[in-house]
């Protein structure tokens, strides 16, 4: 305080005036929840996704909602016996799951499959659908084109991520895998980068969720790069045999390779026919 | 006929004046070969084992068995700059620097899998011929012990470009080992050079792969191929076969034609395969790190049946004197692979035991002929190949819908129940190929002419079946059985006192017992009595 010229004794007083407690709880009131909107993982609220899509987006979301969806996840997306919630579980699920197809479900299996889109399903249904449910209680929105760009990511630094952490259920190059009661962790070749993105957003059905503290946007691209890298790669060494190890290959070893060995040796045998 | 071709000849006294082996020669480039399109399935192993040779030598050029860490930086994008073994890098540059690398390597592991799929296929042509009767019971154990030797050379061997599938198969063997009572521990440590993975394990199994198990198999095979020279090879019954003879042709100059021209089919298909079937792909799976696994993680496909019976194994474990006994990894591992190869060493000898059957034998069996066998050895595939396919149980699960648990359960109780039936079905196929066989004898074969008896009633004619095909089924020989029967004080024979000694007359019995003799000569007279209609001149006039 020295050199400043302000007394000490004035501060002191200041401190004591009977206003500074409210003062205080109010200025650390304040940049806790500031702090907080700032540093919050889903910073987009209701009212932003309001804001960021149109008032009638929502609107015209909540009709298609209660029309397609409502029967099994309630009229207020606040879930049946039949069906979770979708309170919080943002755009980016809503478009994950309507866009691949497995929304609106078709049966009760163990899993919702991929399949073709409901005929509604257009591209802006599926933008109102999820503008809709973004606005009942926030959650992961839809990535931006860039986000996803494989362009921009580093595949090799992908595969890494890919391999630590997607490969134990969805094969080294994605091709899908079982799980337990039935369930399976699907193909990736199908999914585009946006729905892979989304995937790891959401954690769709048996999936778990890798949100942005675990692996970063930048990160989540990188994998996206790796991913349809690969699957987009010539096999160099020939038919790929469906790219699932040596299953295939011990089958092919078998039905093509040793049948047509021993298709030669009962050639080389045949014994004529007819006397000579 | 009795002097040797010019060719044999030249080069036998070319050979003769300088090292004195003409007349070695001149005998054995005579020698007959008996034929039969399955006495080739073992040449596909021996071909197959020789382009291994060839192709392995090629890949160890680039190829360095090292643990050492490296910084990816070849022509494979999605690695670059990714840390990784040498062994492994050295891999991808074969793959994708060096000049037909891939194609190399490639031909190498679909050889690998033709090498042990046709040791497979050869083993149960000479079990369901009993080709392994006396005096070959040393061959079949030679070739058992090869048979043991490839699966350790084809762990060994893809275990050694260190990707992370090589990886996870290293860790499966680290777990089998440290199930071990007592020793695993340290043999683990042993084999590692430490914890797991340690840095050793590569280059030790590259010794033991590129010399140690090839030493070995190459002495086998050489053992394997001189019995089979001095022992000469069982031929199928037919006209003129004896237990004294072998019809067929001389290894020159028609056997070595057909042998030559097997190993370019051989070199051949495995080198189609190699071309446009993609194995192996080491740099989808990345580089091994303890810490990753990939879905779908299968061995090669000869140890399939033991990562099956890994799978479908219950979660057993015991605590004994404060040691932890992990059954759930020492029964899959030890109680199948035990199963299929003792029995397999043990059963020339169980079967002379259980017949007491000491003659030589030089003319092989057909299968229909020795039911009991047939039906055991067919149980053993369907225990082995129901082990094999449960290996494969989440890419089944993955890609049929069917729910994983279902595979596990089909597979714990398929495992038991599948080897009964098939025995049981076997069994009845046999009895009815052989009843087919009688009745061929018995009343001929279908002549393909109908004809309109004077009452009206149309029968096809038969004809007696051509020479070589009934001497073919009349090869068939009579499986001898133990005396069992009590004399006249109720007193058995030897062999057949005691427990023990009862059981073996009883499986004797079961195991010898004809039930479907073969009609002799004199059954052509009730054939003709039976159709009274057809009369001798209407047979006649069909020949």
New interface residues.
Partial sequence: MIGTGISVNSITARRRHPLARVAVVTLALGLLGGGYALAAPNGSTADAAIASGKADDVAQGKSLFVAHCASCHGMNAEGTKRAPTLIGVGAAAVNFQVSSGRMPAADSG?QAQRKPRADWATDEAIDQLAAYVQSLGGGPTVPSAEQVDPSKGD??KG??LF??NC???????G????????K??PPLNPATPTQIYEAMATGPQAMPVFNDTTITPEQKRDMIA?IT??RS?V???????G?????T??????V???S???L???W????KRRAA | MNAPPKAIAGASTFVDDRIGAGNFLKRNLRKIFP???????GE?ALYSFIILLLTGTFLTFWFKPSMGEVTYTGNY??????KMSEAYASALHI??DVRGG?LIR?IHH?AA??FV??MM?HMLRVFFTGAYRKPRELNWIIGILLLTLALLEGLTGYSLPDD??SGAGLRITEGVILSVPIVGTYIAFFLFGGEYPGHDVISRFYTIHILLIPGILLALISAHMILMWVQKHTQMPGKDRTEKNVVGAPFYPAFMI?AG??FL??FG??AL?????????IW???PY?P???????????YM?FLEGALRVMPAWEINFLGHTVALSVLIPALVPLGIIMTGLALYPFLEQWITGDRREHHIADRPRNNPHRTSIGIAGITFYGVLWLLG????I???F?????TTTWFGRIAVFVGPAIAYWVTYRICIGLQRKDAEVLAHGVESGVIKRLPNGQYIEVHVPPAEDIAEHIRGKKEIPILEGAEDAEGIPPKGARGPLGRLRAKMSRAYGTDHVPLPDGHHEEVHEAEHAGVGAGDRKELH
Avoid: M
């Avoid at chain 1, 490969?167 to 190059?173: A, M, P, R």
């Avoid at chain 2, 810490?291 to 496909?301: K, T």
């Avoid at chain 2, 494969?392 to 890419?395: F, K, L, V």
């Fill in positions: 163990p595949p090799a595969g890494e391999r630590a490969i134990q259920c969805h094969n080294f190059v091709a899908g895998g079982a799980l337990t009661y039935g399976f962790a790796y890298h690969v790669q096999d160099p060494g020939g038919s790929g045999l790219r699932i190890g040596p299953v290959e011990g089958l092919v070893a078998w093509v390779g040793l047509l060995l021993a030669a040796a009962i080389i045998t045949a014994k | 034929d039969h399109w399955s006495f080739l399935l596909i994008a999605p690695l670059y700059g990714v793959s994708f891939l490639q679909w899998l033709l799929a046709g296929v992370l599938l057909k021209s097997f089919f051989t298909v495995i395969l190699g071309t446009f079937a993609q194995i192996n792909p989808l799976f990345g790190t810490a990753d696994i990939s879905a779908g993680s299968q061995p090669d496909f399939g494969a149980n989440d890419e699960s993955a890609n819908h069917i729910s994983l648990y």
